[in-house]
Protein backbone atom coordinates (compact mmCIF):
# COMPACT_ATOMS: atom_id res chain seq x y z
CA UNK A 1 0.00 0.00 0.00
CA UNK A 2 1.25 3.19 -1.13
CA UNK A 3 1.89 5.77 2.13
CA UNK A 4 -0.77 8.47 0.80
CA UNK A 5 -3.38 5.74 0.48
CA UNK A 6 -2.15 4.53 3.83
CA UNK A 7 -2.80 7.67 5.14
CA UNK A 8 -6.65 7.81 3.76
CA UNK A 9 -7.04 4.61 5.74
CA UNK A 10 -5.61 5.56 8.56
CA UNK A 11 -7.69 9.30 8.22
CA UNK A 12 -10.86 7.10 7.09
CA UNK A 13 -10.56 4.83 10.18
CA UNK A 14 -10.07 7.94 12.84
CA UNK A 15 -12.97 9.17 11.40
CA UNK A 16 -14.74 6.02 12.07
CA UNK A 17 -13.81 6.05 15.42
CA UNK A 18 -14.85 9.60 16.13
CA UNK A 19 -18.05 8.80 14.57
CA UNK A 20 -18.94 5.29 16.96
CA UNK A 21 -17.32 7.43 20.33
CA UNK A 22 -19.84 10.64 19.21
CA UNK A 23 -22.74 8.26 18.76
CA UNK A 24 -21.57 6.14 22.25
CA UNK A 25 -21.82 9.71 23.68
CA UNK A 26 -25.16 10.97 22.41
CA UNK A 27 -26.93 7.54 22.75
CA UNK A 28 -25.51 7.24 26.48
CA UNK A 29 -26.50 11.38 27.13
CA UNK A 30 -29.42 11.50 24.80
CA UNK A 31 -31.29 14.79 25.95
CA UNK A 32 -34.84 15.12 26.81
CA UNK A 33 -34.45 18.30 25.61
CA UNK A 34 -36.58 18.58 22.10
CA UNK A 35 -40.79 17.84 21.96
CA UNK A 36 -42.84 15.05 23.31
CA UNK A 37 -46.31 16.85 22.60
CA UNK A 38 -49.05 14.69 22.02
CA UNK A 39 -50.73 14.15 18.79
CA UNK A 40 -54.06 15.89 18.93
CA UNK A 41 -56.84 17.00 16.66
CA UNK A 42 -57.56 20.52 15.91
CA UNK A 43 -61.01 21.98 16.19
CA UNK A 44 -61.26 21.64 12.55
CA UNK A 45 -60.89 18.13 12.71
CA UNK A 46 -56.84 18.74 11.16
CA UNK A 47 -54.14 16.30 12.98
CA UNK A 48 -51.35 17.82 14.28
CA UNK A 49 -49.26 17.88 17.94
CA UNK A 50 -50.35 19.53 21.01
CA UNK A 51 -49.45 23.47 21.06
CA UNK A 52 -48.63 23.41 17.40
CA UNK A 53 -48.86 27.48 15.68
CA UNK A 54 -48.74 27.87 12.13
CA UNK A 55 -46.01 30.32 11.65
CA UNK A 56 -46.12 31.77 7.71
CA UNK A 57 -46.85 28.19 6.63
CA UNK A 58 -44.53 26.30 8.72
CA UNK A 59 -46.12 24.16 12.20
CA UNK A 60 -43.75 24.67 14.84
CA UNK A 61 -44.32 23.61 18.50
CA UNK A 62 -44.10 26.06 21.16
CA UNK A 63 -40.29 25.12 22.05
CA UNK A 64 -39.20 25.90 18.05
CA UNK A 65 -39.86 21.91 17.18
CA UNK A 66 -41.21 21.96 13.38
CA UNK A 67 -44.17 19.59 13.62
CA UNK A 68 -47.25 18.54 10.59
CA UNK A 69 -50.72 19.61 10.09
CA UNK A 70 -52.91 16.86 8.82
CA UNK A 71 -56.49 18.29 7.34
CA UNK A 72 -59.40 16.20 7.52
CA UNK A 73 -59.07 15.49 3.79
CA UNK A 74 -56.18 13.90 4.15
CA UNK A 75 -54.12 17.24 2.96
CA UNK A 76 -50.51 17.89 4.08
CA UNK A 77 -48.81 20.90 4.87
CA UNK A 78 -45.96 21.90 2.68
CA UNK A 79 -43.56 20.86 4.66
CA UNK A 80 -44.48 17.45 5.63
CA UNK A 81 -45.00 16.81 1.80
CA UNK A 82 -41.91 18.24 0.79
CA UNK A 83 -40.29 15.53 3.78
CA UNK A 84 -41.73 13.19 1.90
CA UNK A 85 -40.30 13.89 -1.36
CA UNK A 86 -36.23 14.58 -0.10
CA UNK A 87 -37.09 11.32 2.25
CA UNK A 88 -38.04 9.24 -0.94
CA UNK A 89 -36.09 11.34 -3.33
CA UNK A 90 -33.58 13.50 -2.96
CA UNK A 91 -32.60 13.03 0.70
CA UNK A 92 -31.47 9.27 -0.68
CA UNK A 93 -32.88 8.31 3.21
CA UNK A 94 -35.62 5.77 1.65
CA UNK A 95 -32.41 3.29 0.06
CA UNK A 96 -31.43 2.41 3.90
CA UNK A 97 -34.52 3.01 5.80
CA UNK A 98 -37.05 1.58 3.38
CA UNK A 99 -40.27 2.95 1.82
CA UNK A 100 -41.98 5.65 4.08
CA UNK A 101 -39.63 4.50 7.23
CA UNK A 102 -40.73 1.13 7.43
CA UNK A 103 -36.60 0.11 7.59
CA UNK A 104 -35.10 -2.44 5.76
CA UNK A 105 -32.61 -5.04 6.14
CA UNK A 106 -30.18 -2.66 7.41
CA UNK A 107 -31.68 0.22 7.90
CA UNK A 108 -33.29 1.23 11.33
CA UNK A 109 -37.17 1.92 10.80
CA UNK A 110 -37.61 5.09 11.58
CA UNK A 111 -41.00 5.42 12.37
CA UNK A 112 -40.68 3.16 15.19
CA UNK A 113 -37.18 5.17 16.32
CA UNK A 114 -39.15 8.54 16.14
CA UNK A 115 -41.39 7.36 18.66
CA UNK A 116 -39.12 8.09 21.51
CA UNK A 117 -36.07 10.19 19.61
CA UNK A 118 -36.16 13.96 20.28
CA UNK A 119 -36.29 16.34 17.07
CA UNK A 120 -32.73 17.56 18.71
CA UNK A 121 -31.06 13.92 18.65
CA UNK A 122 -33.13 12.78 14.78
CA UNK A 123 -30.79 16.45 13.77
CA UNK A 124 -27.60 15.10 15.53
CA UNK A 125 -27.78 11.41 14.58
CA UNK A 126 -28.22 12.86 10.98
CA UNK A 127 -25.58 15.38 10.62
CA UNK A 128 -23.18 13.24 12.43
CA UNK A 129 -23.91 9.71 11.16
CA UNK A 130 -24.52 7.00 13.72
CA UNK A 131 -22.66 3.15 14.22
CA UNK A 132 -24.36 0.50 16.39
CA UNK A 133 -23.34 -3.05 16.20
CA UNK A 134 -25.19 -3.95 12.86
CA UNK A 135 -24.78 -0.93 10.55
CA UNK A 136 -22.96 2.60 9.99
CA UNK A 137 -24.98 6.00 9.20
CA UNK A 138 -22.96 8.39 7.33
CA UNK A 139 -23.02 11.64 8.27
CA UNK A 140 -24.98 14.24 6.29
CA UNK A 141 -23.71 17.42 7.32
CA UNK A 142 -22.57 18.12 3.66
CA UNK A 143 -25.44 17.30 1.79
CA UNK A 144 -27.67 20.18 1.32
CA UNK A 145 -30.50 18.11 -0.10
CA UNK A 146 -31.12 16.75 3.27
CA UNK A 147 -29.81 19.41 5.45
CA UNK A 148 -31.52 22.16 4.12
CA UNK A 149 -34.51 20.28 4.37
CA UNK A 150 -34.45 18.25 7.90
CA UNK A 151 -37.29 20.28 9.42
CA UNK A 152 -39.49 18.61 6.15
CA UNK A 153 -37.94 15.21 6.54
CA UNK A 154 -38.48 15.29 10.37
CA UNK A 155 -42.36 16.07 10.01
CA UNK A 156 -43.13 13.91 7.62
CA UNK A 157 -41.21 11.00 9.82
CA UNK A 158 -43.19 12.53 13.40
CA UNK A 159 -46.65 12.16 11.27
CA UNK A 160 -45.73 8.88 9.91
CA UNK A 161 -44.39 7.37 13.49
CA UNK A 162 -47.36 9.13 15.40
CA UNK A 163 -49.66 6.54 12.42
CA UNK A 164 -51.52 10.13 10.91
CA UNK A 165 -49.98 9.73 8.06
CA UNK A 166 -50.34 6.54 6.27
CA UNK A 167 -47.87 5.10 3.93
CA UNK A 168 -47.21 6.65 0.34
CA UNK A 169 -47.09 9.86 -1.51
CA UNK A 170 -49.82 11.95 0.98
CA UNK A 171 -52.88 12.43 -1.65
CA UNK A 172 -53.11 16.37 -1.51
CA UNK A 173 -50.60 18.69 -0.25
CA UNK A 174 -50.82 22.80 0.73
CA UNK A 175 -49.43 25.27 -1.85
CA UNK A 176 -45.84 25.90 -0.97
CA UNK A 177 -45.68 29.23 1.28
CA UNK A 178 -43.25 31.88 0.13
CA UNK A 179 -40.98 31.28 3.15
CA UNK A 180 -40.04 27.72 2.11
CA UNK A 181 -38.81 29.42 -1.34
CA UNK A 182 -37.01 31.65 0.12
CA UNK A 183 -35.23 29.15 2.38
CA UNK A 184 -34.71 26.90 -1.15
CA UNK A 185 -32.94 30.15 -2.57
CA UNK A 186 -30.99 30.67 0.68
CA UNK A 187 -30.05 27.36 1.93
CA UNK A 188 -29.51 25.56 -2.22
CA UNK A 189 -27.84 29.35 -3.49
CA UNK A 190 -30.22 29.06 -6.27
Not at 49 to 76: C, F, H, M, S
Amino acid sequence: MDEGRGARVLRSGIRLFISAVLSLVINLGASAQGSTASPITLPDGSKSQEGAKNLDGKWVLPDGTPTYRIKADKTVDWYTYSGFRRYHDAGGCMQCHGPDGEGSTYGTALVKSLKAMTYDDFIEVVARGRVNERSVMPPFDGNNNVMCYIDDIYTYLKARSENELPRGRPPRRDVKPQAATENDTACLGR
